[in-house]
């Protein structure tokens, strides 16, 4: 058996009392031809393995280089030296794999994060990206238990469809049709999808939630976590042109339900984080508080990462409603002094990412649920609110903003009149035939129904303070870039 070795992180529990054990990772540092301090991603900490004067030989020693990958067999002892409890004293080395160290790319000392992109494939050996990468894995995990222990029912929902969830038109083809001009035309002289691989025109879904909502209404409680979609061409430090979602949607939900919901969710994630990563989460509130001291005193969060999280947890998300939101935004100094680079121009219009920060950042300090949105902003499928005053129909909507981010969740009541339905798909050119299915639900025991989407990296965002998307994904995808 090759691979029977204790994890780092389960040793460094251990008390050192002379025990037997076989480690393997890579070298973080070696230093006086003595002191190896061996990572294998467990955790940020290392074992420091000790190699005693004279008892291996020279050309063995030369090849314990940054980032070669060694097994290790020792003996746990406490440790002589500071700062950790334990050493592994060598008895037995074997390099696994070699690393040409003048040629790596990861040197001991401080990388940005704009060049750790540029190597991704190699920044999950930071301790950085160790802990964002250990976070988004527990996030995960906990998304699933959240709702497992809620009797929700997990559904794949396609990734290859027809339609355009949010009918924003910002897809990404799928076909096998060539590009080179070749592709078989109709006899207007567009191009005949019907000679497809689907015998249709199919892009990458941009939401599971159309698909969610015929499982709510069979099982009550679902919810998707998957790959989403956009090709909106936004180049911001919050947007992918793939992202992972989660959405959650409940039959016998109103929007009030659905609020709710959300809040809790939230804020068991960061709960989770909070008491199975602490470590992890302390590493990177440090490596915030040092980057935040980089700015001037203005820029700088008023509260450190953890402080923030349990800010959060221990206060309740504020709510208001789309229009209470413009006045206030209205009313405000900033806008008096003219600091708004998108003016508020009233009732109607839709809220640019500035504005939703202001209201969480400068006004409330805290999340906010903001609801009732003008229908001519939000998509086809929300509920219409009934008794609007004329020329302002709302839908019920919400959004969720957070500090630091903005929009974090985005969610409604559907509208689950078939014939309102029908007559706002009408109004946006939604085509009703395609979606011969959705309307169908609407037909056979239609019920109140509600639900959310949760974006996961801007989650994972919030959890671990990283200030760019692209670094709580593996691998990015944004516009003019695909590497790895
Ligand atoms: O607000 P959105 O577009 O809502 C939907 O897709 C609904 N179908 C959800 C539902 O009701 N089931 O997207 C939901 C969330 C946003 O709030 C944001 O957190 C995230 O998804 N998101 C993105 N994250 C990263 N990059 C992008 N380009 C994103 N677009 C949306
Ligand atoms: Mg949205």
């Known amino acids: 058996m090759f691979h029977k070795r204790i994890k780092i992180k389960d040793l460094l529990t251990q008390e050192p009392k002379g025990q037997e054990v076989t480690v393997m990772g890579w070298v973080r540092t070696f230093r006086n031809n003595q002191f190896i301090a061996l990572n294998d991603g467990s955790t940020n900490n290392n074992i420091q393995v000790v190699v005693e004067l004279g008892s291996f030989d020279e050309s063995l020693l030369k090849r314990i280089t940054t980032s070669a990958a060694l097994k290790v067999r020792g003996i746990v002892e406490p440790s002589l030296g500071k700062g950790q409890k334990m050493d592994l004293k060598a008895k037995e080395i074997e390099i696994l794999g070699d690393s040409d160290s003048e040629a790596y790319p990861l040197q ?109 209404t069979a099982f009550g409680d679902v919810y998707t976590f998957g790959p989403t979609f956009r090709a909106e061409n936004s180049n911001t430090a919050r947007h992918l042109a793939e992202f992972w979602m989660i959405e959650p949607e409940m039959a016998f939900y109103d929007i009030e339900d659905n609020m709710e919901l959300a809040e809790e969710f939230i804020k068991y994630l960061i709960r989770y984080a909070m008491d199975n990563n602490r470590e992890d989460l302390e590493f990177l509130a440090q490596r915030l508080a040092e980057e935040e001291k980089q700015l001037p005193q203005d820029k700088r969060s008023e509260l450190g990462l953890i402080e923030k999280l349990e ?87 919400m959004d969720i903003l957070v500090p630091g981010i903005g929009e974090i969740v985005g969610g409604s009541q559907r509208e689950e009149r078939l014939e309102k339905l029908v007559s706002r798909m009408k109004e946006m050119n939604i085509p009703a035939e395609e979606l011969w299915w959705y309307l169908d639900i609407r037909k056979f025991g239609t019920v109140p129904h509600a639900g959310f989407g949760l974006g996961f990296e801007r989650m994972v965002q919030f959890v671990t303070g990283m200030t760019n998307i692209r670094d709580v994904i593996a691998f990015p995808r944004t516009p003019k870039s695909a590497e790895f």
């Not at 839709?350 to 903001?370: C, N, W």
């Open 311 to 397: 800010f959060v947890l221990n206060n309740s998300f504020e709510k208001l409603t789309y229009t209470e939101a413009i006045s206030i935004l209205k009313e405000s100094n900033h806008n008096k002094k003219k600091k708004f680079q998108y003016d508020i121009t009233g009732w109607g219009m839709d809220l640019q990412s500035e504005h939703e920060r202001y209201l969480v950042e400068k006004h409330f300090k805290k999340p906010v649920i903001l609801y009732n949105y003008p229908a001519a902003i939000k998509a086809f499928y929300m509920r219409q609110n009934d008794g609007c005053e004329a020329g302002k129909q709302t839908v019920a909507a």
């Open 108 to 216: 001991p000392k401080k990388h940005s994060l704009e060049f750790l992109r540029e190597i991704a494939h190699l920044r999950f050996r930071t301790n950085t990206f160790g802990a964002v990468f250990r976070l988004r894995h527990a996030l995960a995990f906990a998304i699933h238990q959240f709702f497992n222990d809620k009797g929700f029912v997990y559904m794949h929902t396609p990734i290859i469809t027809a339609s355009d969830a949010e009918g924003a038109g910002e897809t990404f083809r799928v076909t096998t049709l060539p590009i080179d001009g070749t592709a078989p035309k109709t006899e207007d002289g567009s191009i005949n999808f019907k000679e497809d691989f689907f015998g249709r025109s199919t892009n990458l879904t941009v939401s599971g939630q159309l698909e969610a909502e015929l499982g709510a």
